[in-house]
């Protein structure tokens, strides 16, 4: 599909079977209004002009198209007298975090410390507003990041559910949505595993960790945002199924929706779960911490009351005192001694009760 900003492309199926392709806007109406066709319409980062148009051509309320073009609109599903609007974001996890330094292309630096070393979230959110009309769809996306390629891929591998109607076109396409829901989480919960293995290993770095744990957590935030909704989405999508009547004999498509369902149920419940899990992990790694602090301290201790041995005979042996042996290389030998002795028991002492 034509990822290109301004892009429009179009397809007609009668009976399941793809009968136009990118017929001219005029034709669409009369398209919409036929018996048997079903009609796809997808705008890629549209232009004023080409909204105003389809909105003349469509008969489509102002604030559906505003709500299509708005900035960070929720997931949502809307009526609109005989259509339905659908807000829905497809994610992509990235595979690094950007790293370019402020002022160079593609750059993406923070608004108020651009030497701030915080992570950014991996997590690309391409946002599609879909037209549910009684005979066809209409897809927006807000820029060319979610490719429809894949979509037309999925309607082609299931073509003998284009007989019922539109139900099965937005069916495919939630369903290529959900699946990269569930590609996501996947990604999100294999980089957990690898940081509970490195949580435990001693030589692992302590900030590597938590800049880790702190993206991972900043991810599954934007996730959630996204996934959650779909439930009602869904739902409402379903509802108005069962209003209208459509597609009332398609048992596959009908099983085929109560799989969208359950693996909409099924992400949420993931993310839920991730969600908890990359707590505890934060509160271990901080336990962690304290109880790596309490051993230095321990071993700390454990030979500074060793060196305060040979410190305090030495040093006491120093001053101006008559003391035994003074003089004498007996009394040399006799100093060095206790020294070694009281050192070596304090080590076995500290040693036996795992200070060192």
């Given at each position: 599909?034509?990822?290109?900003?301004?892009?429009?492309?179009?397809?007609?199926?009668?009976?399941?079977?793809?009968?136009?392709?990118?017929?001219?806007?005029?034709?669409?109406?009369?398209?919409?209004?036929?018996?048997?066709?079903?009609?796809?319409?997808?705008?890629?980062?549209?232009?004023?002009?080409?909204?105003?148009?389809?909105?003349?051509?469509?008969?489509?309320?102002?604030?559906?198209?505003?709500?299509?073009?708005?900035?960070?609109?929720?997931?949502?599903?809307?009526?609109?007298?005989?259509?339905?609007?659908?807000?829905?974001?497809?994610?992509?996890?990235?595979?690094?975090?950007?790293?370019?330094?402020?002022?160079?292309?593609?750059?993406?630096?923070?608004?108020?410390?651009?030497?701030?070393?915080?992570?950014?979230?991996?997590?690309?959110?391409?946002?599609?507003?879909?037209?549910?009309?009684?005979?066809?769809?209409?897809?927006?996306?807000?820029?060319?990041?979610?490719?429809?390629?894949q979509v037309v891929a999925r309607w082609q591998a299931n073509a003998d559910l284009l007989k019922y109607g539109v139900g099965a076109l937005v069916h495919g396409l939630l369903d290529v949505v959900v699946d990269g829901h569930f590609d996501a989480v996947q990604t999100l919960d294999d980089a957990m595993e690898e940081l509970e293995d490195g949580?435990?290993?001693?030589?692992?770095?302590?900030?590597?960790?938590?800049?880790?744990?702190?993206?991972?957590?900043?991810?599954?935030?934007?996730?959630?945002?996204?996934?959650?909704?779909?439930?009602?989405?869904?739902?409402?999508?379903?509802?108005?199924?069962?209003?209208?009547?459509?597609?009332?004999?398609?048992?596959?498509?009908?099983?085929?929706?109560?799989?969208?369902?359950?693996?909409?149920?099924?992400?949420?419940?993931?993310?839920?779960?991730?969600?908890?899990?990359?707590?505890?992990?934060?509160?271990?790694?901080?336990?962690?911490?304290?109880?790596?602090?309490?051993?230095?301290?321990?071993?700390?201790?454990?030979?500074?009351?060793?060196?305060?041995?040979?410190?305090?005979?030495?040093?006491?042996?120093?001053?101006?005192?008559?003391?035994?042996?003074?003089?004498?290389?007996?009394?040399?030998?006799?100093?060095?001694?206790?020294?070694?002795?009281?050192?070596?028991?304090?080590?076995?002492?500290?040693?036996?009760?795992?200070?060192?």
């Amino acid at each position: 599909m034509d990822g290109k900003p301004g892009s429009v492309t179009s397809r007609v199926w009668r009976a399941g079977n793809v009968a136009v392709e990118n017929c001219s806007a005029e034709l669409i109406p009369d398209f919409l209004d036929e018996d048997g066709c079903l009609v796809w319409i997808d705008l890629c980062d549209p232009n004023h002009d080409q909204l105003s148009t389809l909105a003349r051509e469509l008969n489509l309320h102002a604030l559906a198209i505003e709500d299509a073009v708005a900035h960070l609109e929720r997931t949502k599903a809307i009526r609109y007298g005989h259509y339905t609007v659908l807000t829905v974001y497809a994610t992509h996890l990235q595979n690094a975090e950007p790293t370019a330094p402020p002022g160079e292309e593609g750059a993406r630096a923070p608004a108020t410390r651009p030497d701030s070393l915080a992570p950014r979230s991996r997590l690309r959110l391409d946002r599609i507003s879909v037209f549910i009309l009684p005979r066809g769809i209409v897809t927006i996306r807000e820029h060319p990041g979610f490719d429809m390629a894949q979509v037309v891929a999925r309607w082609q591998a299931n073509a003998d559910l284009l007989k019922y109607g539109v139900g099965a076109l937005v069916h495919g396409l939630l369903d290529v949505v959900v699946d990269g829901h569930f590609d996501a989480v996947q990604t999100l919960d294999d980089a957990m595993e690898e940081l509970e293995d490195g949580l435990f290993d001693a030589q692992s770095r302590t900030a590597v960790v938590q800049r880790r744990t702190y993206q991972i957590r900043k991810d599954l935030v934007e996730l959630r945002r996204v996934t959650l909704p779909m439930r009602e989405l869904v739902n409402a999508v379903l509802r108005h199924r069962r209003e209208t009547g459509n597609d009332a004999g398609a048992a596959d498509l009908n099983s085929s929706y109560d799989d969208l369902y359950d693996h909409v149920l099924r992400v949420a419940e993931w993310t839920e779960s991730l969600r908890d899990m990359i707590t505890t992990i934060f509160e271990t790694n901080l336990s962690l911490q304290d109880a790596r602090l309490n051993t230095v301290m321990k071993k700390l201790t454990a030979w500074a009351a060793i060196i305060a041995v040979p410190t305090a005979i030495t040093g006491y042996f120093g001053q101006n005192v008559l003391y035994p042996g003074i003089g004498t290389q007996w009394g040399f030998v006799f100093s060095t001694t206790i020294i070694i002795v009281i050192a070596g028991a304090l080590y076995l002492q500290f040693h036996r009760k795992d200070w060192l």
